[in-house]
């Protein structure tokens, strides 16, 4: 992987990625530019954490071009934060000479900086998934790689870490790439949707509204219902009930 010179953050052309003889990534195309916001849509098992996972440098046994920025983090669904390291220490485990007070700077930006000193065990999910925000900031990215980084939070926490998520990319202008099964989340946040299916983006979307975005307004239903049509979901009730399973 080398990094990418001009505007582009992440360029990937025909990436291939098979687990035995099953082929999950087959000669994906992307591209993000530089502060672009993309969301990632994608049944359940049709390869977005395996994008994700080779897009962060943990996996390399692929077939294409991957061009990514040198500094890049990843913040997963499950903050998996170290036990036996207070909360300050999980934020600065990855640098080589990080301290307590550069911790505390960025559990500050997440709005935690109560509990650099606590450990993670004391913490509620919400606070944990802050915790492994502040843990991917603290290496300053260009790219941040989030693979649902909110599914596992009940609603209203959920929404408290997306206004969080939206006002951490405004401050740092890195480019995202969120992996979501949210379509409203998707839509809150990003410039563009994609939606992944038989191991390529099978459609994209361009989300050319204003920001804080209105759900109820009539292009934001628009796209929604679109974006739920390419998921092959027909109504909003449907996707719900999607959720629950998948996040369970
Ligand atoms: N390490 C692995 N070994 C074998 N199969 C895997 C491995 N990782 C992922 N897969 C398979 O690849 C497919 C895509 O998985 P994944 O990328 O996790 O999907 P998603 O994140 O979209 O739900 C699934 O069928 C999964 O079982
Ligand atoms: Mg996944």
Not at 158 to 184: F, N, P
Not at 201 to 224: H, K, M, N, Q, T
Not at 225 to 230: I, N, P, Q, S, V
């Amino acid at each position: 992987m080398t990094a990418v010179n001009g505007t582009n953050s992440v360029k990937v052309r025909g990436l291939t990625r098979a687990f035995g003889d099953k082929t999950v990534l087959d000669g994906l195309d992307i591209t993000i530019r530089e502060g672009e916001f993309v969301a990632l849509l994608g049944q359940s098992g049709c390869g977005k954490s395996t994008l994700l996972r080779i897009l962060a440098g943990l996996d390399s046994e692929t077939e294409g071009e991957v061009d990514v920025p040198e500094r890049r983090s990843v913040a997963f669904q499950s903050p998996r934060l170290m036990p036996w390291l207070r909360v300050w220490h999980n934020v600065v485990l990855g640098l080589p000479r990080g301290d307590r007070a550069l911790a505390e700077r960025y559990l500050a930006e997440v709005g935690i900086e109560e509990y650099a000193g606590a450990w993670p065990r004391t913490l509620s999910g919400g606070q944990s998934q802050r915790v492994s925000l502040a843990r991917a900031l603290v290496h300053e990215p260009e790219l941040l790689l989030l693979d649902e980084p909110f599914g596992a939070l009940d609603a209203l926490t959920r929404g408290k870490a997306q206004r969080l998520v939206a006002d951490l990319w405004q401050r740092h202008r890195c480019s995202i790439l969120l992996v979501t099964h949210d379509v409203e989340e998707a839509l809150l946040l990003a410039d563009r949707v994609l939606v992944m299916d038989g191991g390529r983006i099978a459609y994209e979307a361009r989300v050319g509204l204003d920001r804080p975005r209105d759900l109820g307004s009539p292009d934001f239903v628009a796209l929604r219902g679109e974006l739920l049509r390419r998921l092959g979901v027909d109504d909003a009730s449907a996707l719900s009930h999607h959720r629950e399973e998948v996040t369970a």
